[in-house]
């Protein structure tokens, strides 16, 4: 750590900070400077320091995140001035993400609610939602299901994009359904979004879907206690799988087949648990799509080869 890392617990320190730094620049300059000499992981939804710093002041002020530069050079109050304080001392002494201390993360271009009960969206499925899953998807699906929705942000992002199709959220954490059943309703999408608590497929009968969207938890045991401090945050049922991060994702094909149409598409996250997928499952024919916005590890496969494969398991 910096030795120009700030003792946010100096009550002294504090004052003169919230004396001398007056205007939505200065703190912002502050928090980035802080984070970076304070060590912030910033893997969960940004790439530097600045870029976070922003985030954090302008919402924590509830501003536009793409506020004009000209606005960074407004006074803020002194109310306003601690409450920042307090938030970057969160966030550099205790870790605790942005997402968490302002209860907001964005996917696929609009906010959603989030909490330590569920993960911090950054999926690189959005890019394949952005893009219509194209070209894997030849026409627009009739049902679809986001399972182990977290905050549900990637089945109401595939509500947006497929807005005459009926979506089911699920996840086996109750705390995690309370969330998603939040964001659907902040989003007014109740007509269109189902949200059902249980374990995979349990809870969802004999439905079949055209699009299986899923994002299980695919952690490693040699990856999961040496993550950075930040991800001790997020709940550890949504990470965690295992040796080598495939138990749940393993359950996941097997049942998949189940449930999808004739000429149904499983789009998977396994992340750095790839390597480990393929070597499992080498007779299988998944497409590794590249993102062009960075990410990795997501896979597609069809219903007809999921039936094949396990048909001669």
Known sequence: MSQFAFAFDDSDLQQRCRQQLTQLADWVRFGASQMARHEVFHGQGFETAWDESLFLCLRALQLDWDLPAAALATRLLEEERAQLWHLLQQRCDAKVPTAYLLQEAWFCGEPFKVTPDVLIPRSPIAELIETGFEPWLTQAPQRVLDLCTGSGCIGIAAARLFPDAQVDLSDLSEA?????????AAK??????????????????????????????????????????????????????????????????????????????????????????????????????????????????????????????
């Open 188 to 313: 007014d999408l109740g007509w269109q979004v189902d949200v059902y608590q249980g374990d995979l497929f349990e809870s969802l009968g004999d439905a079949h879907y055209d699009l299986i969207i899923a994002n299980p938890p695919y952690v490693d045991a040699e990856d999961i206690d040496t993550m950075p401090a930040e991800f001790h945050h997020e709940p550890r049922l949504g990470l965690a799988s295992g040796d080598d991060g495939l138990d749940l994702v393993r359950r996941l094909l097997s049942e998949a087949a189940n449930h999808l149409s004739d000429d149904g598409l499983l789009v998977c996250e396994v992340g750095n648990s790839a390597g480990a997928l393929m070597e499992a499952y080498p007779d299988l024919p998944l497409d590794w799509p590249e993102f062009s916005q960075g990410g990795l590890g997501v896979f597609i496969v069809r219903a007809q080869d999921l039936r094949r494969h396990f048909a001669q398991v």
């Open 176 to 184: 995690a359904v309370a969330v998603a059943v939040e964001n659907v």
